[in-house]
């Protein structure tokens, strides 16, 4: 599995430890069956580690003491990227 994803000896530690040991519990039992209709995963498996990763990077985040990043900045970066991919297609295009 990719770094960070949870599964058994993944080298998880503290609070994703606590997550993936939470999450087996909750949807251990739940979770036997996956439809493409209603999961992106093949697996149960695969969607219990995505989801002790992505639960860990939200609480890493929750726990930063980096300073926040104001909405409007994140959103001017956002629509500079857009520009630029948009630019780069009208090039290509030509």
Known sequence: MGRGRGGGGSGLRGGARRVETRAR???????????????EFATTEEAEAYDVWF????QEALDSTEPDVPHDV?????????????????????
């Open 25 to 39: 519990l909750c949807y251990g039992l739940v979770m036997a069956k996956l439809s493409p209709i209603e999961s």
């Open 55 to 58: 639960r860990a990077k939200v």
């Open 74 to 94: 994140v959103m001017a970066g956002a629509r500079a990227i857009i520009e630029k991919h948009k630019a780069d297609a009208a090039r290509l295009a030509r």
